[in-house]
């Protein structure tokens, strides 16, 4: 045995597991209080959600059956969402689940190819009580109750924009100011049409995210909107998506979800064409999850969380590594 290799961080792990086991144990305290569900689905999936930036690991083998797609690749799951909402669609109407998620080419102070996921929908809930039940959990896990605001609002604070309606001219003018340089891999990313998302991307990430702390945003762009629900305003449409920050990183994702299959396939074609023009390969359309909403899916809100992101936070911890006992380069 190699002495000089640490196979994990034996300082911390001990205690670092037990407080990641009162988390975990602590998290199935609110959700079984409020008489959820939880639930077991496949990590290994013929579906996967079509994203245009969310890569997943592909399993191809001769000896796995052929699925309803035709063939014999399979994906290890970058997010349980499709089969729970297969779910809530046949009509379980409270589940939670910690799962294991996997997404290729993630590794970096807050990425690992594997991690835990916490994921829940909830039928019946609107909007405003998807942040209400993302906000108690927060509490009751010991932050204080997080603030609301809205994406607009927090550009119109920084930047004097908003950012709905905003041009490219101006959201440049605005990252100039900040001293934000366009980097080289936005062009590939973002194509011309699609510039002024480029520079919410930047001034968002580079200058807006790093000051939040507890505080929930939502009102997203349409073009962000993923598989959340959009609704008009005067100035436009906005996508039903929040977001919890906490010590400037992204811990939770939720959507009023999109219910609308025919919408759903919409986003999947135009998500698969933006992949091929970025030189990736187009994921399967043909999905279980289209079957189940055009048998009818409920109108709900779901919510994933990222545990160790969230451990992160806890422990006061600079890289995913010192909340893992294991990363991809131990596995």
């Not at 550009?155 to 905003?166: I, T």
């Not at 590939?188 to 699609?194: D, K």
Request: net charge negative; with cysteine; charged share 20%.
């Amino acid at each position: 045995m190699n002495e000089d290799f640490d196979f994990v961080n034996t300082l911390s792990t001990v205690s670092r597991l037990q407080r990641r086991c009162q988390v975990i144990r602590q998290i199935r305290q609110f959700f079984d209080a409020r008489d959820f569900c939880e639930v077991q689905t496949p990590v290994l999936s013929a579906d996967t959600v079509v994203d245009r930036h969310v890569e997943p690991i592909a399993v191809c083998n001769e000896t796995l059956p052929v699925n309803h797609h035709g063939s014999r690749t399979y994906y290890l799951q970058t997010s349980p969402e499709f089969a729970m909402k297969r779910l809530i669609a046949a009509g379980v109407t409270h589940i939670y689940q910690i799962a294991p998620v996997f997404r290729s080419g993630d590794r970096g102070s807050q990425h690992n190819p594997e991690f835990t996921m916490l994921e829940w929908y909830r039928t019946g809930d609107d909007y405003q009580a998807g942040m209400n039940l993302l906000a108690d959990l927060v509490q009751a896990l010991g932050f204080p109750l997080p603030k609301f605001c809205t994406y607009q609002e927090l550009f119109g604070k920084q930047f004097g924009v908003n950012p709905h309606a905003a041009v490219n001219a101006q959201l440049q003018a605005c990252a100039e100011k900040y001293g934000i340089v366009y980097p080289d891999s936005y062009r590939s990313e973002f194509p011309a049409e699609s510039a002024a998302d480029a520079w919410l991307d930047l001034l968002f990430s580079e200058i807006i995210q790093p000051q939040l702390d507890g505080i929930i945003v939502y009102d997203y762009p349409v073009s962000q909107a993923q598989l959340a629900k959009t609704r008009h305003q005067d100035f436009g449409e906005v996508s039903e998506r929040f977001e919890l920050y906490l010590n400037g990183i992204e811990i939770a994702n939720g959507y009023h979800e999109l219910c609308d299959a025919d919408e759903l396939q919409r986003r999947f074609d135009r998500n698969n064409k933006q992949r091929l023009a970025d030189g990736k390969t187009a994921l399967p359309e043909n999905s279980w999850l289209l079957e189940a909403m055009n048998a009818g899916l409920p109108p709900c809100s779901g919510t994933a969380l990222g545990i160790e992101r969230l451990l992160m936070v806890l422990f006061g911890a600079k890289d995913i590594s010192e909340v893992m006992p294991f990363t991809i380069e131990t596995a």
